[in-house]
């Protein structure tokens, strides 16, 4: 996973800075920083005030400036020379030129942005790594997402060939961003779930042949003796050997478990970021003209539909592995007092009943957990379609 770090919309800043005499706005031009999870976590548990990320975006917005300022000097140079032009075909081409040249600095600057946390990370390496040697192995996994779209609307009566209007069809980008996000964490709970089932599983097995153990070789204990007799006289090594192999297992069960919860609890809150940037943009859709933007509010709304019932599912799923890590710490619990030669056979038969109990329910809930992750998938999958179809008909209202 990544954490955004950084965001700057230059159409957003150009469009306060300078009013082209030609075009009405700059539209579509968006850039965001991410870095990997573990790499943000570091930064800001150091509180170390220069390695934070808040140093990555001071220098962000800097070099985001510095461009911002020069396109609007050359969209001031080519305010100034469209009108000189001798015919359509010259315009069109000063139009292309200047199109190159922002997709060309946008590109540039996207590559000065991904150096800024490597800069950053190989500072807090010189300054931590001996602490922790583990951090050498982090990778700073430095992402950034460029946008550019169309130079703008023809604000004049200079007929400008390639200009196309996309009018609204900004206002729905924020959605594709976030349907993509909501997506990806989705597809990180999943890959966990699918793990939970089957160390669920894993761990069934041992606790079952574990019950197994016990049924065939209690009867080599003298009746009178149960209570005091020693495991390790009637079991011996194979026992012990699927006991630690089980606590073993339910060690790394509880890790995929908490891994789950991390993940819903993260879906959830982007799921949450995103039904109310959508109640907005519903607002903004309505305030736009034409025929077709009536599909695009129906698209919007189903896609707030099945968010909804994305939140609801991952908040059952949250509950389900909040149950699942509680039954966990009980089941290592007996697993650890089990491994216990002292321990007698009127215990290992009462704990080997809750044991059996809990892990069954553990694996049920293992299926359970993961089939929840399913449907918070595929939902987040119809709502990566429908974000890029309401683009799409706004697209076509408007164009």
């Known amino acids: ?54 140093k990555i975006v001071e220098k962000a917005k800097k070099l985001c400036k510095q461009v911002t300022d020069d396109l609007a000097v050359q ?15 010259a315009r069109e081409k000063a139009v292309k030129d200047y199109r190159a040249v922002v997709e060309k600095q946008l590109d540039d600057l996207a590559e000065k942005l991904k150096e800024l946390p490597e800069e950053q990370w190989k500072k807090f390496l010189a300054k931590y790594a001996e602490a922790k040697k583990e951090y050498k192995s982090y990778k700073v996994n430095a992402v950034v997402d460029v946008t550019v779209g169309t130079l703008g ?51 069934k097995d041992d606790v079952e ?16 003796d149960l209570a005091k007799t020693t495991v390790n006289a009637v079991f011996g090594a194979p026992f012990f050997t699927t006991a630690s192999t089980a606590s073993s297992k339910a ?13 819903g609890v993260k879906l959830s809150r982007k799921v949450t970021e995103s039904l109310n940037a959508m109640k907005k943009l519903e607002g903004d859709l309505a305030k ?18 099945k ?6 599912n991952a908040a059952d799923m949250n509950a389900k592995a909040k149950r699942v890590e509680k039954d966990l710490k009980t089941i290592k619990k007996v697993l650890e007092e089990l ?60 164009g």
């Open 339 to 398: 491994k216990k030669e002292t321990t007698t056979l009127a215990y290992v038969e009462k704990a080997l009943t809750v044991l059996t109990n809990l892990a069954l329910a553990g694996a049920s809930a293992g299926v359970s957990i993961s089939g929840d992750a399913g449907n918070a998938l595929a939902l987040a999958n119809d709502g990566l379609s429908l974000g890029n179809s309401v683009l799409s008909e706004v697209k076509d209202a408007l």
């Open 209 to 224: 042949s574990l019950l197994k153990q016990f049924t065939e070789s209690k009867g080599k204990a003298i009746g009178k």
């Open 251 to 263: 060690e790394t069960l509880g890790g995929k478990v908490s891994g789950t919860y991390v993940g």
């Open 75 to 89: 969209m001031s140079n080519l305010d100034k020379i469209l009108p000189r032009l001798p015919d359509e075909q």
């Open 1 to 54: 996973m990544g954490t955004v770090v950084f965001t700057f919309d230059v159409s957003k800043q150009f469009n306060s800075k300078y009013k082209s005499k030609i075009f009405v706005k700059a539209e579509k031009a968006l850039l965001r920083l991410t870095i990997d999870d573990k790499v943000m976590d570091e930064l800001e548990k150091s509180k170390d005030r220069d390695l934070a990320a808040a």
């Open 153 to 203: 609307v023809v604000g004049s009566g200079i007929a400008l060939a390639g200009t196309v209007h996309t009018g609204g069809a900004s206002l729905v980008l924020g959605v594709i961003g976030m349907t993509r996000s909501v997506a990806q964490i989705a597809q990180v709970v999943y890959s966990i779930a699918v793990d939970v089932e089957t160390q669920s599983n894993a761990l």
């Open 307 to 312: 968010f909804s019932k994305l939140f609801d």
């Open 288 to 305: 736009l003209k034409g025929k077709d933007l009536k599909k695009a509010e129906e698209k919007l709304t189903t896609l707030q539909g």
